[in-house]
């Protein structure tokens, strides 16, 4: 190695540095802008050193710069608009998409090399190796993340897509991997394994995704993240960067925890998650559709409910997905002022699940300039259920079911909120309609709760003028 | 590539995954999503590997897959920073309150 080239070495070092510091600075809502701010920088440095790399060498092209300058600045554009449009429910889908083109990016980095070897036959399993695993993961998670998106989205169902044969494909893929893997590093200039083990493992990324219900793309979106990390930590041993190698590990590992903790909140193993959804494996899945609603559902209306509010001490929200759909975080957070002006001790029962990404909910309150010492975690919330007079839940369906208490059905054992232990309890919610589980929820149906038929938006909105109007 | 410089990206591979781990164990749930994406921007440093192979490339075949891989690259680096920076954004508008997050270390 010369000078520069030791010289932007270092620098990758500087950012590696960077990256961990960063990281660890998102432990607390406090300093976790700046970790991130810390994060980019580093990424800053090191994209600055790699372009003076590049010109120290001197092998690159005129086409080599266009090619290099107009990827990146479409690339740069595309992904600061979408990062500046995104509404705050869609994170999770771009999140997914951001995930996709790494992992993408990372598979192509090994196929270019492959393909530009002037001996390839001569490589060795030194880069045949990582050069398979990287196009493997890497070509998995593309296509896999983007149909996790498409299922956020709702451009893909969000139920299990089952078809005939699928187990059996899916062991018969990754079967495929090996053999590809095996015949790309005994061949490593052998065409056929290069695309034919791309093709299989982006086939693959679509039938491992696909059978998975959308409750369960968390967890998935959490585990493609650890995929995409260990295939930048291939592509950097194909390269020789050890940079993408403390990077790419860097996510892998911390991917992997996220994953574990997700899935436990749902008290699920990983394994169970990939290898089928909910409702796919026993059982009949129960009838969902607006007919045969229960006859011992008691309904009440927004001036019910303020009354309720506004005399109560303590109130307890409990928001879901149906908050975040009706994008009603906001009234939340005015009707939630309005009864702490008014002297009512307020907090949220966040569910580690609820939502749709690990501490989704959060982010959501978070924008609604909800304070986040009010948001209380599952365990912390739990035992102060019975004290609350009110339990208003909104759009949260699976996480508040008393059902996962008993053994036997879709979600039993599933860590939940005991919202049918509060006093009082209001659903705001638009129908009878099931959640991801497919079962009836037994907190509908119970003797103190009552159902408010309507849109979480304008729902909270009615309650917030009925309460005004009491306590103004 | 000699063995001695393999061994020491095995190493440095085999740490990486272990400060990985500890950093991230103590993150409260509050911060998940941003910490997803966060980490999520971390594994854009494959731009870097784009850039390289567009630094190497002769072949017609060659500039199309760097230039592919530029694109995703630069997106997954600029859009992953910046929509963590968005989300972090709203976490720090609150009133300066001593921070009471009992439920940190699970």
């Known amino acids: ?472 | 590539m000699n063995d001695l410089d393999l061994l020491t990206a095995i190493t440095v591979f085999v740490l990486s995954v272990l400060v990985g781990v500890e950093v991230i164990s103590k993150v409260p749930a509050t911060l998940h999503t941003p910490l997803m994406s966060g980490s999520n921007s971390v594994h854009g440093i494959v731009v870097i590997g784009a850039m390289l192979i567009a630094a190497g490339s002769h072949t017609w075949l060659g500039y199309l897959l760097a230039f592919v891989a530029m694109v995703f690259g630069g997106m997954n680096v600029v859009g992953g920073y910046a929509v963590t920076d968005r989300m972090l954004e709203m976490f720090r508008a609150r009133p300066p309150e001593t921070p009471k997050n009992p439920k940190a270390e699970v």
């Open chain 1, 1 to 472: 190695m010369d000078t520069v080239s030791n010289a932007v070495h270092y620098v990758f070092l500087a950012t590696a540095v960077c990256f961990v510091l960063g990281l660890h600075l998102m432990n607390h809502p406090r300093t976790a802008r700046r970790g991130n701010a810390l994060s980019a920088g580093g990424m800053a440095v090191a994209i600055a050193a790699t372009v003076w790399l590049v010109i120290h060498e001197g092998t690159i092209t005129t086409t080599g710069w266009l090619v290099l300058a107009s990827g990146g600045l479409i690339g740069a554009a595309l992904g600061l608009y979408a990062a500046r449009e995104v509404r705050m429910t869609a994170m999770p889908q771009l999140v997914s998409v951001f995930n996709a083109v790494g992992g993408g990016a990372a598979a192509l980095i090994a196929v270019n090399d492959l393909l530009q070897a002037d001996d390839a036959a001569a490589l060795g399993a030194r880069v045949s190796l990582p050069g398979a695993l990287d196009i493997v993961i890497g070509a998995v998670t593309f296509s896999g993340s983007l149909i996790a998106a498409g299922k956020l989205q709702g451009v893909v169902s969000g139920a299990p897509v089952v078809f005939p044969g699928a187990r059996l494909l899916n062991v018969l893929l990754p079967a495929s991997f090996v053999a590809g893997t095996v015949w790309l590093v005994l061949a490593p200039d052998s065409r056929t394994a290069l695309y034919g083990l791309t093709a299989v493992a982006l086939l693959f990324g679509v039938t491992m995704v696909l059978p998975i219900g959308g409750a369960d793309m968390p967890v998935v979106i959490a585990l493609l993240n650890a995929f995409t990390g260990s295939a930048v930590a291939m592509a950097g041993f194909v390269l020789n960067e050890t940079a993408l190698i403390v990077a790419g590990m860097l996510v892998s590992s911390s991917g992997g925890i996220l994953t574990k903790l997700m899935a436990n909140a749902m008290n699920r193993s990983v394994v169970n998650i990939v290898v089928g959804g909910f409702g796919t494996g026993d059982g009949v899945p129960t009838a969902t559709g607006p007919g045969g609603a229960p006859a011992q559902v008691r309904q009440v209306s927004a001036d019910d409910v303020a009354i309720q509010l506004a005399y109560a001490r303590k109130v307890v929200f409990v928001p879901g997905y149906g908050l975040a759909a009706a994008q009603a975080q906001h009234e939340l957070g005015d009707l939630a002022k309005l009864l702490t002006d008014h002297g009512v001790d307020v907090s949220y029962a966040v569910h580690p699940v609820a939502g749709r990404m690990p501490g989704h909910m959060n982010v959501l309150l978070a924008e609604a300039n909800v304070p986040y010492t009010q948001l209380k975690e599952m365990d912390e919330v739990n035992p102060e259920f019975p004290q609350a007079d009110v339990a208003l839940v909104i759009g949260a369906n699976d996480v508040t079911n008393p059902a996962a208490r008993r053994p036997g059905n879709a979600i039993s054992g599933m860590p939940i909120l005991d919202v049918d232990k509060a006093k009082s309890v209001v659903v705001i919610k638009r129908s009878m309609g099931h959640g991801y589980a497919g079962i009836d929820n037994e907190l509908y149906t119970g003797p103190r709760t009552g159902m408010f038929f309507t849109d979480a938006k304008r729902g909270l909105a009615e309650l917030k003028a009925a309460v005004g109007e009491f306590v103004g």
